[in-house]
């Protein structure tokens, strides 16, 4: 159980266009939903939290504008990368928690590797 | 303001040696959960293990065991009769116990640790 996906596993963009990034819960509905950005031989940094039907909480220097959050249902959330430019390329993670059963613990997704030419 | 410290940053071992990750975690709160998550080259965060700030009891899951000192504000990990495909960053994480799930996670910097033939 707690399976996470994410999709695209990997995207090459040019610069300039934007990328939509899904993560979903597969096997239990996830009333929460996080997106970190990992550089490499680095921390997780978080970007944002978002909660099903609610607009996302970004962290402190986090363009909520460049990256745009959606958690439209309990199993879906998205990420979308507006206008991608090279200092965008990263790997982006999202975990999802739930308020039942999986209380506080954060299941990850397999990752998601942006490069922006 | 809480913060995770991994002092050691990499860690090389043999394999079937013991090793042992080193947590120290500080934190405001009476209660709280420490974590530990282990990223693999792939990339996907796996989650380990989840222990609240009440239960002091060490824990075993066959080769990996927890120590978890409240006293020294300390949560090891130590792998035991290491082997290869243990190789991988393992992330200590702190996060409050808060009702309703999606509670943020503090992070260290992560242990690379590689194990060789």
């Known amino acids: 159980g707690a399976v996470v996906s994410q999709h695209p596993s990997r995207v090459i963009c040019k610069s300039g266009t934007s990328v939509k990034i899904e993560c979903r819960s597969l096997?239990?509905?996830?009333?929460?939903m996080f997106w970190y950005r990992q550089f490499p031989k680095q921390s997780l940094m978080l970007m944002a939290t978002?909660?099903?039907?609610?607009?996302?909480?970004?962290e402190q220097g986090v363009e909520k504008d460049k990256f745009l959050i959606n958690h439209a249902s309990l199993t879906l959330s998205t990420l979308t990368v507006t206008s991608a430019h090279p200092e965008d390329s990263s790997f982006y993670i999202c975990?999802?928690?739930?308020?039942?059963?999986?209380?506080?613990?954060?299941?990850f997704g397999p990752g998601t590797r942006l490069t922006v030419l | 303001a809480q913060k995770v410290t991994q002092a050691q940053t990499e860690i090389s071992v043999v394999e079937k040696e013991d090793v042992t990750l080193d947590c120290v975690y500080e934190?405001?709160?009476?209660?709280?959960?420490l974590f530990w998550y282990k990223q693999p080259p792939s990339g996907e965060l796996v989650f380990l293990i989840r222990?609240?700030?009440?239960?002091?009891q060490n824990e075993i899951s066959g080769r990996y065991s927890w120590n978890f000192q409240k006293s020294t504000s300390s949560f090891n990990f130590t792998i035991t009769a290491s082997q290869v495909v243990d190789s991988a960053v393992y992330f200590c994480?702190?996060?409050?116990?808060?009702?309703?799930?999606?509670?943020?996670?503090?992070f260290g910097t992560g242990t690379q640790l590689k194990v060789e033939l």
């Open positions: 975990s999802a928690s739930s308020d039942r059963g999986w209380t506080d613990t954060q299941y």
């Open positions: 096997d239990f509905q996830a009333t929460t």
């Open positions: 978002s909660n099903e039907g609610s607009k996302a909480t970004y």
């Open positions: 934190t405001r709160d009476t209660t709280y959960y």
């Open positions: 222990r609240n700030s009440f239960d002091e």
């Open positions: 994480a702190l996060g409050p116990i808060l009702t309703g799930g999606g509670n943020k996670l503090t």
